[in-house]
Antibody
Framework: QVTLKESGPALVKPTQTLTLTCAFSGFSFRASGMRVSWIRQPPGKALEWLAR???????FYNTALRTRLTVSKDTSKNQVVLTMTNMDPVDTATYYC????????WGPGTLVTVSA | DIQMTQSPSTLSASVGDRVTITCRAS??????LAWYQQKPGKAPNLLIHKASNLESGVPSRFNGSGSGTEFTLTISSLQPEDLATYYC?????????FGQGTKVELK
């Protein structure tokens, strides 16, 4: 059974860098076809896919945000990490990590507020 | 990038009604489409993948169809627990896109 859980700061200041961690269990990146994405949702708005990392370490990014995003994994710790630079109040959102090409399993999400 | 457009944005219906939500892709995505249900304060829940494959545990009143650029999600008989926001998502590309959501509320 795959589970995921996001963690990170609840509040960041404008221009700061956000670092979020997705801790997972129930699968190994060493197995073929494993992939984890990050998705966000501003309050009251739609879902937006941000980034993905595969087991072979291929990485894919949202075209509009690619210059600000980095996704990485620590296979030994069963974690995926997302960094987003130059945070702005419009980046206030619930950030989710999710498993698969279509997202069969989601973490509960973590709300990040960007405010001075 | 592919754009996904859902209609309507809001749908008012009564318990027992047949409900249909449409999702259109800006270019062909074959059947690489998923549907999710999201309730307030919760993560989305996968209902359907590959346009018409019902996820295990999802009630059979949910049905997905379509291919290419036009897709539909149908709830055959709306139940109170189906009141939620529904999203389509394409996974044909390396930059998957979601629709803007359809909120299903009680008339």
């Amino acid at each position: 059974q795959v589970t995921l859980k996001e963690s990170g700061p609840a509040l960041v200041k404008p221009t700061q860098t956000l670092t979020l961690t997705c801790a997972f269990s129930g699968f190994s990146f060493r197995a073929s076809g494993m992939r984890v994405s990050w998705i966000r949702q501003p309050p009251g708005k739609a879902l937006e896919w941000l980034a993905r990392i595969d087991g072979d370490d291929e990485r894919f990014y949202n075209t509009a945000l690619r210059t600000r995003l980095t996704v990485s994994k620590d296979t030994s710790k069963n974690q995926v990490v997302l960094t987003m630079t130059n945070m702005d109040p419009v980046d206030t959102a619930t950030y989710y990590c999710a498993f698969g090409s279509y997202f069969r399993v989601w973490g509960p999400g973590t709300l990040v507020t960007v405010s001075a | 990038d592919i754009q996904m457009t859902q209609s309507p944005s809001t749908l008012s219906a009564s318990v027992g009604d047949r409900v249909t939500i449409t999702c259109r892709a800006s270019q062909s995505i074959s059947t690489w489409l998923a549907w999710y249900q999201q309730k307030p304060g919760k993560a989305p829940n996968l209902l359907i993948h590959k346009a018409s494959n019902l996820e295990s545990g999802v009630p059979s009143r949910f049905n997905g169809s379509g291919s290419g650029t036009e897709f539909t999600l149908t709830i055959s008989s709306l139940q109170p627990e189906d009141l939620a926001t529904y999203y389509c998502q394409e996974y044909n590309t390396y930059s998957p896109a979601f629709g803007q959501g359809t909120k299903v509320e009680l008339k």
